[in-house]
């Protein structure tokens, strides 16, 4: 039982992780690109690298740059899972091995 534990346990580690790091990627890169944008002469280069990372959001997301995130964000949370899932099958197998 205390194996099944641990392995829920790390899954659901590696699935709230594997969650919030794009959102934390994509909001820090929001961040910068907002601050970018109060320097004299920089304000129509920041307002174009806004406006492109909201389409490529967009082709996501259905329209809305929201949605976007959210899929991406469920997809690594999904390819997380499955990572950390293989992991620990490898580290049983090489356990029973040795």
Not at 31 to 52: C, K, M, R
Not at 78 to 95: E, M
Request: hydrophobic share 55%; charged share 5%.
């Amino acid at each position: 039982m205390n194996i099944f534990a641990n392995f829920i346990r790390s899954l659901l580690l590696s699935m709230v992780f594997s969650f919030v790091a794009p959102m934390l990627f994509v909001g820090s890169l929001w961040t910068v690109i907002i601050l970018v944008s109060y320097f004299p002469g920089l304000q129509e280069l920041t307002q174009v690298i806004a406006q492109d990372i909201s389409q490529f959001l967009m082709v996501f997301g259905s329209g809305t740059p929201l949605q976007g995130v959210l899929v991406i964000c469920l997809t690594c949370c999904f390819v997380g899972a499955l990572f950390d899932a293989y992991a620990f099958y490898r580290c049983q197998i090489l356990r029973l091995n040795s």
